[in-house]
């Protein structure tokens, strides 16, 4: 049974503006590729930014993106916590290494798989859940977040099984 009830913090269509910087997420992230080509590193491996990539990322990961300059990421990021408790905390931008004063959302800590970076190669199947979460956030209609609570819950139960 999975009982977490996703919190969407922040989703956006964006290109990458912290460039060769080492930053860390106060909360849980999914970054999903729309086009060109970069470098995601985090705990000392180094994952290919493509188009069609997926990649999680828990809260309190440091993190480094890298883009060629020939062809600059257009991607989806999701900030988002596992839970509604935190709703209230207002959604921080990732911070430098050095500012350790910024408050880290571990909710993904009773969930050991959510634990570690979650690289997926070819997640074209998640595109269509992903933009459904992007509109609901556009339209604002009421139930808006518990909408794209729903939504989220179901892509990352989604990745939870396609790892089995």
Do not use: H
């Not at 959510?114 to 190669?121: G, T």
Request: aromatic share 18%.
């Amino acid at each position: 049974m999975f009982s977490f009830n996703p919190y969407v913090r922040y989703i956006a269509q964006t290109t990458y503006f912290i460039e060769n910087k080492t930053l860390i997420a106060p909360d849980c992230r999914l970054l999903y590729v729309l086009y060109g080509n970069g470098e995601f590193e985090a705990n000392g491996k180094t994952y290919p930014l493509l188009p069609n990539v997926l990649i999680y990322y828990p809260a309190g990961s440091s993190y480094k993106i890298t883009q060629t300059k020939e062809n600059p990421l257009m991607f989806y990021t999701i900030n988002f916590d596992f839970s509604f408790d935190y709703r209230n905390i207002l959604t921080q931008a990732p911070f430098f290494k050095k500012n350790q004063n910024m408050k880290i959302l571990k909710t993904q800590e009773n969930y050991p798989y959510f634990n570690k970076v979650l690289y997926f190669k070819y997640a074209l199947w998640l595109l269509p859940l992903i933009k459904e979460i992007y509109t609901e956030s556009l339209l604002r209609s009421e139930g808006v977040e518990e909408v794209q609570s729903m939504q989220l819950k179901l892509l990352l139960i989604k990745l939870l099984r396609n790892s089995e």
